[in-house]
């Protein structure tokens, strides 16, 4: 079992950077980690996940300017967003799936933090 814990979120302007940062409870070596995001009245979209080694995905939107990593020492995950835009705007989830080829499909993923909210104005 895995518990999640965003933290990071805040509000930024438009072009500013935030790092989101997701602390597990427990050893997340053996599940592949990724950010979510939603918006009121829209689906959880797929941001980023990263692979057993190391490599990250991401989603169209937001590749070139998020960057996810992972520190195993520190069971921590994190997703540093740079050149933010307004439709960045979203609540911001990191989950844990123990699929070792992982997608940016969130029914692939058992663990879920409770969120960071992201405002960009």
């Known amino acids: 079992h895995v518990q999640l814990v965003e933290s990071g979120g805040g509000s930024v302007q438009t072009g500013g950077s935030l790092r989101l940062s997701c602390t597990a409870s427990?050893?997340?070596?053996?599940?592949?980690m990724g950010w979510f995001r939603q918006v009121p009245g829209k689906e959880r979209e797929g941001v980023a996940y990263i692979d057993t080694v190391g490599r990250g995905s991401y989603a169209d939107s937001v590749r070139g300017r998020f960057t996810i990593s992972q520190d195993n020492a520190k069971n921590t995950l994190y997703l540093q967003m740079n050149n933010l835009k307004p439709e960045d705007t979203a609540m911001y989830f990191c989950?844990?799936?123990?699929?070792?080829?992982?997608?940016?499909?969130?029914?692939?993923?058992?663990?879920w933090g409770q969120g960071t909210q992201v405002t960009v104005s």
């Open positions: 427990g050893n997340i070596n053996s599940f592949c």
């Open positions: 989950a844990a799936t123990p699929s070792w080829y992982p997608t940016l499909s969130a029914a692939e993923y058992n663990y």
